[in-house]
């Protein structure tokens, strides 16, 4: 069945980059997403990539999509106290369109 | 539009009581998901609902649960009886078909079986 990965944590400085990778097993998704929760919250839409593009910029934000390798990234530039959050990859499983999340990828902030 | 709304926000019970957590979607959306989010488990898919219709309840971990959409306006995630290992952050979301996969989700309730 589809699995989705991603490491559990990942410690960067205020101000440096963060990249958050996730790989996934199903070959035929259409979007690609990645959601984040900030404490005590739920889940947010933060970007989304069409299977059909390789990269995707949205201001800090930066999608990379390697179809081949079946790897999907999130990009953080100039990194801030506001994006610790738990970030989600998530991928439509075609059989029946629903998300198959990842375990999430909690991010902290060292200043 | 409001966004998906869940209640209670948080909720304390004793073992083997029962437990009603509710969620109002954002209207107009004909997908309606339950989700239950562990530290050890991460975020898991309980069951969802198309058009009111449950369709894939495999998630639902035991008899204990149940979940109902007796409109499209209202869906409810029962346990009865809880127990501790119940105790979860219970997630209800939301989204219109034909417009991607985007889930739109409610804030929570975080449950403590005592």
């Known amino acids: 069945g589809e699995d989705v990965e991603q490491s559990l944590f990942l410690s960067v400085r205020e101000g440096d980059s963060s990249v958050i990778n996730c790989t996934y097993t199903?070959?035929?998704?259409?979007?690609l997403y990645w959601y984040k929760q900030e404490p005590g919250a739920g889940l947010q839409l933060l970007t989304y990539?069409?299977?059909n593009m390789d990269m995707k910029q949205d201001q800090r934000l930066t999608v990379l999509l390697n179809k081949k390798d079946k790897h999907l990234s999130l990009r953080i530039a100039d990194t801030q106290t506001g994006d610790s959050a738990i970030y989600f990859c998530a991928v439509p499983r075609d059989s029946n369109y629903q998300l198959i999340w990842g375990a999430g990828t909690k991010l902290i902030i060292k200043p | 539009d409001a966004g998906v709304i869940q209640s209670p926000r948080h909720e304390v019970t004793e073992m083997g009581q029962e437990v009603t957590l509710r969620c109002k979607p954002i209207s107009g959306h004909d997908y309606l998901f339950w989700y239950r989010q562990t530290m050890m488990r991460g975020l898991e898919l309980l069951i969802y609902f198309n058009n009111n219709v449950p369709i894939d309840d495999s998630g639902m971990p035991e008899d204990r649960f149940s979940a109902k959409m007796p409109n499209a306006s209202f869906s409810t995630l029962k346990i009865q009886p809880s127990e501790p290992r119940d105790s979860a952050v219970y997630f209800c979301a939301s989204r219109a078909s034909g417009q991607g996969y985007e889930a739109f989700f409610g804030q929570g309730t975080r449950l403590t079986v005592v």
């Open positions: 990539i069409f299977s």
């Open positions: 199903d070959s035929s998704s259409t979007y």
